[in-house]
């Protein structure tokens, strides 16, 4: 009876410490997310879609407010409600404060007001903005702004702020009789097209060429239309045909554009699938997926998720070596993808400590910098990179350039601060297929969770493994063969021989 009482005791204190050691592995996670003292969590999800928590890739050094600024010996006062923000070639920042009606540009710095734009010159009458909430400055060095209250986009030269054009009161007849232009976010391409986010406008970007004039929608999201309702298009008449929408009602939220003339647009996604487009000068999304195709930010599992539904990506900045980072508004994240919509890194939080939003509304990125500009806050969020977000940058970018075995020694180091990194492992796993190493490859290439290119891999470690040792196979089969013949020849001769007797 003893015995039996011991053996109940020794379960029971042996269930409450696996309990325990499950609780402090759980802390201790979630302890190793916090351990750089961000107030948010870093992490990203594995092959499987679960959360891999990383060191942090970005650290705030710096929040900065309007009230921190003077202009011409006077208090700037504080931001109000600021929508959008962009740079020019020199690194400088020009912020759309919409509650303000104003335009502010900073230095590259942001240390100091360099301008303040409040209205311009119209035909010898001084015009003023009217809650502004898009801003952008052309590879021309042209100012465009989103004069949302006005329902306009004027263009200033950066310069002089001369007007050089207003775009205002477009014509076609796709628009409904209601609409009224009420342009939000603006970007410009190389050859000066304005492409354009407008209020309720959901058939696309509008795009208006060097004149001015309304040509196109852009991106516009088409649905697959079903049996019956190609069937049910042949017998209605012009008027229901003309009625029905062939496209989804997608709100697009934030654009930018590339060197080369894609623009990266973010929309709103219900079901978490795509938040951002990279679309071509055809208006296609020709953005390529990863291997998870997760290009919506948090990961929905059979609809859940532990954030409670879908991030929505408001703003998108291309910086550079095809790496681009989208804002989620709805928690505050920062996700950063490469260019073959590989997820690098994930941080940022919602809340009120140092480095957390309330409201995000844009995203830029000055050299190594990421900056977010908070509407309900009022300021600007400054990040600098880690080491953590260092290698891993710099290693996409030498891949990027086609130098795989350059970016080994980086991909290295991102493992011994992260172990379990699959991107690094990939990149090393890539490193050694290049290089003809098709075991190594093999190796990292698994743990890595790439199929494809393991398979890549292995049919080029299965033919090496052929080559190797066709030789010796042949001279296997060539002596089998012979050794084959002798006997014959010599069974028969044996067998004649035995025969005669």
């Known amino acids: 009876m003893k015995k039996k009482s011991n053996r109940i005791v020794f379960k029971v204190a042996s269930a409450i410490l696996a309990f325990a050691v499950i609780l402090v592995s759980s802390a201790g996670i979630k302890a190793f997310a916090s351990n750089s003292g961000e107030p948010y969590d870093s992490y990203n999800y594995d092959y499987w879609k ?55 540009v900073l230095n590259s710095d942001l240390t100091e007001v360099l301008r303040v734009i409040t209205d311009f010159d119209n035909e010898g009458t001084a015009d003023k903005f009217k809650k502004p909430e898009g801003v952008c400055v052309s590879s021309n060095n042209r100012l465009y702004i989103s004069d949302t209250g006005n329902k306009r986009i004027v263009v200033l030269d950066n310069e002089t702020e001369e007007l050089y054009q207003i775009i205002k009161d477009p014509q076609s007849e796709s628009f409904d009789e209601a609409f009224s232009f009420s342009p939000l976010k603006v970007t410009v391409d190389y050859a000066d097209r304005v492409y354009c986010i407008a209020k309720n406008m959901f058939e696309g970007i509008m795009v208006f060429e060097t004149d001015g004039q309304f040509s196109t929608f852009f991106g516009t999201i088409r649905v697959n239309i079903s049996l019956w309702e190609k069937f049910w298009r042949r017998i209605a008449t ?32 219900a079901t978490g699938i795509q938040g951002v487009r990279r679309l071509n000068p055809s208006g296609q999304d020709v953005i390529k997926k990863g291997e998870n195709e997760n290009l919506g930010g948090d990961l929905l599992i059979d609809g859940n998720t532990d954030y409670s539904g879908a991030s929505k990506f408001i703003d998108v900045v291309y910086r550079d070596n095809g790496i681009y980072s989208c804002l989620d508004s709805k928690r505050g994240r920062i996700f950063t993808y490469d ?112 199929k494809d290119y393991y398979s890549i891999a292995f049919k080029r470690y299965r033919n090496q493994i052929l080559v190797d040792y066709i030789g010796y196979v042949l001279t296997g089969v060539a002596i089998l063969v012979i050794a084959l013949i002798v006997y014959k020849k010599f069974y028969k001769k044996r067998k004649g021989a035995t025969e005669n007797e």
């Open 238 to 269: 012009k008027e229901e045909r003309s009625n029905q929408k062939l496209f989804i009602a997608t709100e697009f939220t934030g654009l930018d554009i590339d060197p080369d003339g894609f623009v990266y647009a973010t929309n709103v996604d």
């Open 50 to 104: 679960y959360i891999h928590y990383t060191p942090a890739p970005y650290t705030v050094t710096r929040i900065i407010k309007g009230n921190d600024f003077t202009f011409e010996e006077q208090p700037l006062g504080a931001f109000s409600n600021p929508k959008d923000f962009c740079k020019d070639a020199a690194g400088n920042i020009y912020i759309a404060d919409t509650g303000n009606s104003r335009i502010v």
């Open 339 to 450: 260019h073959e919509g590989n997820l690098l890194y994930i941080f940022g939080g919602l809340g009120t400590q140092k480095g957390t939003f309330k409201l995000p509304s844009a995203i830029e990125a000055i050299g190594d910098k990421i900056v977010v500009l908070d509407d309900t806050k009022g300021d600007i969020t400054i990040f600098d990179v880690t080491e953590y977000g260092d290698l891993i940058n710099k290693a996409v970018a030498l891949r990027y350039d086609g130098d795989e075995s350059q970016a080994v020694a980086l991909w290295n180091r991102v493992l011994q601060l992260d172990e379990d990194n699959e991107l690094a492992n990939v990149g090393i796993g890539k490193a050694y297929l290049s290089s003809g190493d098709y075991e190594n490859a093999m190796k990292y290439l698994k743990i890595g969770e790439n």
